[in-house]
């Protein structure tokens, strides 16, 4: 038995090793398999071993110790848990033996994880599940969970939507607050906010949306003058209704942006305001914030000015009708529209004609891409897809709503607060292969100074339809950076602009919102409570993953759909290539699915600059653009990613080595 000398000694040396130890802050990356990674704070990553990745979750900050593993290999020891961020998920429900255990769905948590008698919500076996970390496995690499919710079952109706809100983190619910607020407003609040503003409401604004669109946000007006057009833009005005800082604008802070799921989107305000007060349904008085503009005749934009207007939209109009009215056709509906309205339309179409050609003279316009629209079942799953034609009404309306924003970007670049939208181009990571691409492949070009406005809109512009071996233009645009909010004007490199924001979707988008809220501070005083760089970053990421989760539940249903594809040979393009294969587009419906190069012949090499693949012995390549025929090999579940077969035939045998034609996939 130890006295109390060799304690003491004890507790010292424990003290002195605890003191003298070298201990590295970091955080925790999970991998495929059971080991994983800490990014270390200094810039190295560290290997963790199976028993000690089974005491963290992916992202955890944590202090590690360094330390010599098998073969000689450094590897961490987990040393202490700084922080963890990982605490809701989503699982299936697993009862093994005696014990219930939740298998997460989340990316990183290769483990199954307890949960307690007690925390079970009477969850049944192969159930999906919302879930918290109840206990973390940091002492002894047992975490335990809490169910928070059962989602469903597989196979049931609308599970996939279910599923990937919980699995988003996404509130489907209005808060308490909310509701109360919103259940408060009816149109008496349209009227007590009516006076002071400009009665526009025998003016023939008309909106232009799809049959089944609520939420409509924009109305227009054009009429001709001695330099071309005096072109109106009324934009639904929920700041109006919706007290600053209240519940319901602190809920659309956190929603960021409506997220237009298939079947059933997830609005970012309620509908009472959304679809009803604040949309500007035909015949009913509604308040709007318009933006008057002058549009030359050569498409250039003259004087602006910003109105608080009340207005009464003429008619709800199709794309459809509104096109058919362009092109000269005539049916029952058109024949109906009052004069003032025919006469409006046919000066919108001329101005966004010219709009969209000084666009083209000198910024950047975006080519017409097949687009696709999913048709759903009483199951909420896909029982069609079908094209989705961009015609000239919905040329029209993109026309306008760039001009307003164009005017907004413009307005507040001249204060001293704002928040735009700017698009720096190239990313940072790619500029040597870029550089590479153009010294290869379109030498000419090879000097252009693509970071800045003008080069890169001169790069996009000269790349169009080059006549070269590979697509330049399209390789280009495979590498172009993400845009992002900010405070102050930048270019926008994608649209050619030297500023831009956004202010034309108030009832969808909580940055358009806010830009209202600044329009309304600057020129009438309105209250206004800024938003600081730690809120713009959320908001920021708010948007990322909404896009995220509206991009993982298409892909869902389109993967389940897939299944009904049949072995019929299809054809498509190859719409992106990495390492390890490529990805084709079909044709007739858009499905995008893989093309493993373990399912080719011989091995390939992957080439940055022209993101080719090249077969390492007899030249075979694959590269964007280029036509394909493949058949369905089935869907990888756990990635949601439809797989493909190459179909070999002769010509396209030949078509592999040949120089095929250049598109645009900007």
Known sequence: MLNADALSQLRQLKSDIEENKVVFPGTVKATNGRFGFVALDEGRDVFLPPEEMQKVLPGDRVNIIEQEGDKGKTQGVVDELLETRLDTFVGRYLVKGKGHFVVPETPGINRWIFIPPKERQNAEPDDYIYCRIHKHPIKDGKG?????????????????????????????????????????????????????????????YVTIDSPGTQDM?????????ATGWKLSIAIADPTAVIEPGSPAEQEAFRRATAIYFPGEPLPMLPDTLSTR????????????????????????LGDYSFHQAVIRSHGKLSYELVSNLIEGREDDDIKALPDDVTNSLDQLHQAATALRKW??????????????????????????????????????????????NRCAADFLGQQDKGLFIKHPGLRDDRADNIRALLEGYAPDLADVDATSAEGFRDLMKQTEGLDSEVPVKSIISRQLARAELSFTPAPHQGMGLAAYTTFTSPLRK?????????IK??????????????????????????????????????????????????????????????????????????????????????????????????????QLDQPVTVTFAGVDDERKQILFNLVETQDEGAAGNSEPDTKDDA
Request: proline share 5%; net charge negative; glycine share 6%.
């Open 277 to 300: 007060l604040c949309s500007l349904m035909p015949d009913v008085r509604r308040l709007a914030l318009v933006c008057d503009l002058q549009v030359n005749n050569d498409g250039s």
């Open 510 to 518: 909580f940055s358009d919102f806010h830009v209202h809220r600044l």
């Open 217 to 225: 946000d924009d109305a227009l007006l054009a009429e001709p003058n």
């Open 359 to 404: 666009r083209n003279d000198h910024a950047l316009v975006s080519g017409d891409r097949p687009e696709f629209r999913l048709r759903l079942d009483e199951n909420r799953r896909v029982r069609l897809i079908e094209p989705s034609v961009q015609n000239e009404a919905h040329r029209l309306v993109e026309e306008c709503m760039i001009a307003a």
């Open 521 to 622: 501070s600057i020129l009438w005083q309105e209250p206004l409570t800024d938003l600081n760089e730690a809120q713009l970053a959320e908001l920021q990421l708010t948007q990322f993953r909404a896009r995220q989760a509206a991009n993982s539940l298409e892909s869902w249903l389109k993967s389940d759909f897939a299944r009904t594809l049949g072995d019929e040979p299809m054809p498509g393009v190859i719409s992106r290539t990495t390492p390890s294969g490529f990805f084709v587009r079909l044709n007739a419906n858009g499905l995008e699915g893989f093309v493993s190069c373990k399912t080719l012949d011989g091995k390939f090499s992957f080439d940055p600059v022209t993101l080719r693949l090249v077969h390492n012995k007899n030249g075979r390549l694959f």
């Open 144 to 204: 335990q969970a809490k169910i928070l919710k059962v989602i469903g079952k597989a196979g049931d109706a609308g599970i996939e939507r279910s599923f990937t809100v919980a699995s988003f983190d996404l509130p489907d619910t209005w808060p308490e607050a909310v509701s109360k607020q919103a259940e408060a407003l009816d149109e008496s609040v349209i009227e007590a906010r009516c006076e002071g503003r400009e009665d526009r409401t025998d003016q023939p």
